[in-house]
């Protein structure tokens, strides 16, 4: 498997959960090009039920630290809010509580705003586990407005080189069959 000149490839292989930031701002146009990947995230039935809201004042996201305990651990320069519009659903025909593939939805347009981070210089880091109402009531989101999921985002901060890690984890062969469960190589072609 070669993929030396694959620059996707080459961010995903890069990209780590970054828990430490510079205290440094992010600029519009890196939060915009962030959001951009969100949007361009394949979405079931190509509905736009997204909803994103940036922030920026630390004062802001300092008080958002009581709900998401042990998630938030400094105070990251940009915070940006994935929300289910629920009224947009409703137009959409998604049911919203029940249709799993709105979290695939959320989970692929944050698999794309990590992978854009990543490939302009910034780090991320996603946060589930959080009180939903605590903050959708501190953001003053009215109820169609729910949550899903705080990406934390700047300038990673060095980490020394020994707490650099390898990925790790199973192989590709360890994790695939091919045509049949237990089958290890692809059959010929």
Known sequence: ?????????????????????????????DLRTI????????????????????IRDPARIERLRPFAPGI??????????????LEAAREQYVQAGEDTSVWVDVGTALAHMMLAAESIGLGSCPATSFSRSAVAEMLGFPRTLVPELLLQVGRPAPRPPDEKRAHVGPTIAE???WEELGQREPPAA
Request: aromatic share 4%.
């Open 175 to 177: 994790m695939t069959s």
């Open 35 to 54: 959001l951009l990947a969100a949007r361009l995230a394949s979405t079931a039935g190509a509905r736009q039920i997204r909803r994103f809201l940036v």
């Open 1 to 29: 498997m070669s993929t030396p000149d694959n620059p996707v490839l080459a961010s995903m292989k890069r990209r780590r959960v970054t828990r430490e930031f510079l205290d440094e701002p992010v600029s519009t146009d």
């Open 72 to 85: 938030l651990l400094g105070v990251p320069p940009a915070l940006i809010v994935l929300a289910t519009d």
